[in-house]
């Protein structure tokens, strides 16, 4: 098997199985000093009304050196236009040394990377 495929199965069977039934799951990869990062989040339906919703994700991370998952509940602001939250990723268990510091997006369903700042040194990976 080669090894993207090994990481899209690795992926695939760390989805929660309700997460991945949403079909609105986001996958994208990033290029962290030459390796291939991959990153998906799963989010479920959100809950709250008004100005504030919460919405509990399923994020999972994966390199060709390891991978882990993990569930969060981020706190979205509606309104107009997509919301946005920060999460920080310590690349330690992908056999990576940093943090990435992202900035996500909420719309239409879906969580995804808007960017991505990789410390220390302040690289800018998206």
């Keep these: ?12 069977a760390a989805f929660p199985a309700a997460a991945a039934s949403q079909g ?5 990869t990033l290029s962290v000093r030459g390796t291939p990062v991959t990153v998906a989040y799963c989010p479920t339906v959100p809950a709250g009304s008004g100005p ?28 107009e236009g997509p919301a946005r939250v920060l999460e920080n990723v310590d690349l ?26 990789l410390t220390p040194g302040a690289i800018i990976i998206k």
Aim: hydrophobic share 40%; charged share 15%.
């Design 1 to 12: 098997m080669k090894s993207s495929s090994l990481v899209a199965a690795v992926l695939l």
């Design 24 to 28: 609105h799951c986001s996958r994208e």
């Design 52 to 79: 504030e919703v919460t919405v509990p994700v399923a994020a999972t991370y994966s390199s060709p050196s390891g991978s882990f998952s993990k569930n969060s509940s981020f706190r979205f602001i509606t309104g």
């Design 92 to 117: 330690g268990q992908l056999g990576l040394t940093g943090t990435l510091h992202l900035t996500l997006v909420y719309a239409g369903g879906e969580v995804r990377i808007e960017n991505a700042l």
